[in-house]
């Protein structure tokens, strides 16, 4: 079940708040219209804010079980941040104060850029700038697919051999990949919150796989074909 509701106070940022799987009280939609109405002190070119509610009852971590997400779509990259709690007005709390950090960096690299100055972006400036990339979450119409595809029918097409009456499943998925260098792919798993982010490397033109490490230390794999297996 979804409930969406529209700000209703005069602004020039369209304020939609959702729930899945949630009603949605008139104190809490009035909340969040309140907190997220500050969005335009921040950026002047938004033109939306989507802010979605899910609870999900089922989920093993109870500090988990409310999850917030707001999505800022404006006139350029789209920001994006998420957060869970056990609470949703504390699951609000922290998706918004992530939200506040990636609009004050694309605030500070407007200005930078106004300001002339030709030198290489830092990491934060970067990842101001990066598009959001939302993770891959299954539709509810593939959960339900899911659920009612009986467990003997092989569901990866032959490719992967399964055995007895637990197949192996198999689901695909093909993006667009244009080449990038190796900071803006850590910039942009960094701006999606995933561990790891798979790219083409634009130095290498290699298929590769940046990966977060202990603190601020990542990794990265790259596939070569041409080398020869020991």
């Known amino acids: 079940m979804v409930n969406s509701f529209r700000g209703a106070k005069e602004s020039i940022v369209d304020i939609v708040v959702k729930g899945r799987n949630v009603t949605l009280s008139e104190s809490f939609r009035s909340h969040v219209e309140d907190k997220v109405s500050k969005v335009e002190q921040l950026a002047p070119r938004a033109l939306r804010v989507e802010v979605v509610l899910t609870h999900d009852p089922n989920v093993r971590q109870p500090e988990n079980t409310e999850r917030i997400e707001i999505t800022v779509i404006a006139k350029g990259p789209v ?69 009612e595809t009986p467990q003997n029918i092989d569901q990866t097409g032959g490719r992967v051999p399964s055995e007895g009456d637990s197949p192996v499943v198999l689901r695909e998925k093909t993006f667009a990949a244009t080449p990038i260098a190796l900071d803006e792919a850590i910039n942009r798993m960094e701006m999606v919150g995933h561990d790891f982010y798979l790219f083409i490397d634009e130095a290498s033109t290699k298929p590769s796989v940046v990966y977060k490490r202990r603190g601020w230390s990542y990794g990265v794999i790259t596939l070569d074909p041409e080398l020869t297996e020991d």
């Open 79 to 147: 920001l994006r941040a998420e957060a869970t709690a056990s609470d949703k007005y504390a699951a609000l709390d922290l998706a918004w104060a992530k939200l506040l950090e990636r609009l004050r960096r694309a605030r500070d690299r407007q200005k930078i850029s106004r300001q002339g100055k030709h030198r290489s972006a830092s990491t934060a400036e970067v990842l101001a700038s990066m598009e959001v990339v939302d993770p891959v979450i299954p539709s509810e119409n593939e959960k339900d697919e899911k659920r």
